[in-house]
T-cell receptor, first 113, second 116 residues
Framework: QQQVKQSPQSLIVQKGGISIINCAYE??????FPWYQQFPGKGPALLIA?????SEKKEGRFTISFNKSAKQFSLHIMDSQPGDSATYFC????????????FGKGTKLSVKP | NAGVMQNPRHLVRRRGQEARLRCSPM?????VYWYRQLPEEGLKFMVY????????ESGMPKERFSAEFPKEGPSILRIQQVVRGDSAAYFC??????????????FGAGTRLSVL
């Protein structure tokens, strides 16, 4: 019930294309859904996040779409660039005193020039 | 404003030795989280601490692992009698005080532990 399932495991996109990464969760008590970007040898960096009271959030080329009824959320990267090549993790957390993040297994994105 | 600082960045230990990993949170942050990342895997929560208190250690192995966040100084993750299976990247994250803001976590660059 505390799992977050992420797909695909790896993704290859041409420069300028749209990258789409999907996540699904079971526990309806989750109330915070961030996406992290991780480059090799570095720590995860917060990219964008959403709470369940909105269905979409956009920041620059990055958009989260959130479907509460389906218990799914996705990251869209518009106009993908080679510099976007990294591993992306979705996560979820509860509110209150249980602030730890539950991560998906990650998607390795390669953007080809 | 410096980010979350972790040291050492790389740590090599032989089986049976102790490993000490340090984490200094961002200035003004009073919550610290430790996560472990195995190769090709996502991060797994280990422990959540506030100053001088362990709030949630549900992800921490019952033996050999301990964590502290003293009133002064960095948070320490301690692994006693390391085994090869402890080889992983250990990440620390911090977040500012406040129930809503608590979910927003900033990660350090990690400590990569190799057990020979």
């Amino acid at each position: 019930q505390q799992q977050v399932k992420q797909s695909p495991q790896s993704l290859i996109v041409q420069k300028g294309g749209i990258s789409i990464i999907n996540c699904a969760y079971e526990n309806t008590a989750f109330d915070y859904f961030p996406w992290y970007q991780q480059f090799p040898g570095k720590g995860p960096a917060l990219l964008i996040a959403i709470r369940p009271d909105v269905s979409e959030k956009k920041e620059g080329r990055f958009t989260i779409s959130f479907n509460k009824s389906a218990k799914q959320f996705s990251l869209h990267i518009m106009d993908s660039q080679p510099g976007d090549s990294a591993t992306y993790f979705c996560a979820a957390s509860f509110g209150g005193s249980q602030g730890n993040l539950i991560f998906g297994k990650g998607t390795k994105l390669s953007v080809k020039p | 404003n410096a980010g979350v600082m972790q040291n050492p960045r790389h740590l090599v230990r032989r089986r049976g030795q102790e490993a000490r990993l340090r984490c200094s949170p961002m200035k003004g942050h009073s919550h610290v989280y430790w996560y472990r990342q195995l190769p090709e895997e996502g991060l797994k929560f280990m422990v959540y601490l506030q100053k001088e208190n362990i709030i949630d250690e549900s992800g921490m192995p019952k033996e050999r692992f301990s964590a502290e966040f003293p009133k002064e100084g960095p948070s320490i993750l301690r692994i006693q009698q390391v085994v090869r299976g402890d080889s992983a990247a250990y990440f620390c994250a911090s977040s500012p005080f406040g129930e809503v803001a608590k979910n927003i976590q900033y990660f350090g660059a990690g400590t990569r532990l190799s057990v020979l």
